[in-house]
């Protein structure tokens, strides 16, 4: 049996499929009719931006891509208008990116197909076996002749596993009409991956009188995406976040508290 490489199989097919799925509808960066930034300082970005959509019948899932891995999903406020068409019921980040390393490991317990070439008429077969352990690119599988270990480049996977994009997606279960309508939806978050700080180069003039200031801001984005056309703010100083824990005399405190408490019913 002729077989397609296996490059074609994990680069050209997830590409189609992950980001296809029959339940949901995919809106991307081409969509946005507004984006501002308003970077602080020490990791911490607010972003806001607009997409335009088009409702399906029956559409209930949103896939909205081209956001940064390092967003902070429960930071998330998501809006659409108009609001008795579309209507924000939930949201999941999905982290899980597509690779040879992922669909391994969740082919595990799983029969997948071992790529076997003739030596002498350079002829694929395909031989089913089943998938006992992952490690990386290298499996442990059960085959016909006994328990082997393979690569990724000899297997043949039959199905993506579920929850596997080829990027970082938030996914927004939408309650929805039934009519088909255009609408916009508002996303508001903070995420890492943005950092500015000022450089000042100043010069004296001849009589030593006078300085000439000039002043650059240095902006880099390693967030993961681009952020084209978008409005900037920059705002200095450190920011007041909340710190989790308790500190140790509160901790102690609890302890004590909860050793001399009821247990619940």
Request: hydrophobic content about 45%; glycine content about 8%.
């Amino acid at each position: 049996m002729a077989y397609r490489p296996l490059a074609a199989l994990l680069f050209l097919l997830p590409l189609a499929i992950a980001d296809s799925r029959a339940d949901e509808q995919a809106t991307t960066a081409a969509d946005r009719t507004g984006l501002s930034l308003t970077v602080y300082q020490g990791n911490l970005t607010l972003v806001s931006e607009e997409r335009r959509i088009t409702l399906r019948r029956g559409t209930d899932r949103l896939a909205v891509v081209d956001v940064p891995p390092a967003i902070m999903p429960q930071t998330v406020l998501a809006t659409g208008a108009p609001s008795d068409i579309l209507r924000v019921a939930g949201q999941v980040f999905e982290t899980g990116v597509l690779s040879p390393e992922a669909i391994l490991a969740a082919s595990v317990g799983q029969t997948v197909e071992i790529i076997r070439i003739n030596p002498v008429t350079g002829v694929e077969t395909l031989v089913p076996a089943e998938v006992l352990r992952a490690n990386g690119r290298e499996a442990l599988v059960r085959i016909d002749d006994g328990i082997r270990t393979v690569n990724t480049r000899q297997i043949a996977f039959g199905a993506l596993p579920a929850g596997l994009r080829a990027k970082p997606t938030l996914v927004l279960d939408l309650a929805a009409g039934t009519t088909v309508a255009s609408g916009h939806l508002a996303l508001r978050y903070l995420t890492g991956g943005l950092n500015w700080q000022t450089n000042y180069v100043a010069e004296l003039n001849e009589d030593e009188t006078a300085v000439q200031l000039a002043g650059w801001v240095s902006l880099t984005n390693n967030s993961g995406v681009p952020f084209d056309n978008t409005g900037l703010r920059l705002v200095s100083g450190a920011i007041n976040r909340e710190r989790s824990g308790f500190s140790p005399r509160a901790k102690g405190a609890m302890i004590q508290a909860m050793a001399v408490a009821d247990a619940p019913a």
